[in-house]
């Protein structure tokens, strides 16, 4: 089994910056794409961040310019760095392991919550 630990949720205001950690624990995480979802009130989850293990990125329309997302295999932890944080951001942020060799489902973080000023 997978499991996600979130940290680095809070408040912060328009235009600031906030980084979020997530550490996986587990076996073989390289083969896993670990990434951030993001959910807001009365919204679809939505994708913000992914990295494969070798280091490739993919980012929401968004987000693409002002978040940086990086992982360390060593530790098992993926980060995002969230830079000119802008209220649209506001949302429950989701740690995501993604196995990319098979059919098994993904895990989830529990969440953290990011909230943005105006």
């Known amino acids: 089994q997978v499991q996600l630990v979130e940290s680095g949720g809070g408040s912060v205001r328009s235009g600031g910056s906030l980084t979020l950690s997530c550490t996986a624990s587990g076996s073989m995480l390289t083969l896993y794409t670990l990434g951030w979802y993001r959910q807001a009130p009365g919204k679809q989850r939505e994708l913000v961040a992914t990295i494969f293990a070798g280091g490739l990125k993919n980012f929401a329309d968004s987000v693409k310019g002002r978040f940086v997302i990086s992982r360390d295999n060593a530790k098992g932890t993926v980060y995002l760095q969230m830079n000119s944080l802008k209220p649209e951001d506001t949302a429950v942020y989701y740690c995501?392991?993604?196995?990319?060799?098979?059919?098994?489902?993904?895990?989830w973080g529990q969440g953290t919550q990011v909230t943005v000023d105006p």
């Open positions: 995501n392991a993604h196995y990319n060799l098979g059919t098994q489902p993904d895990y």
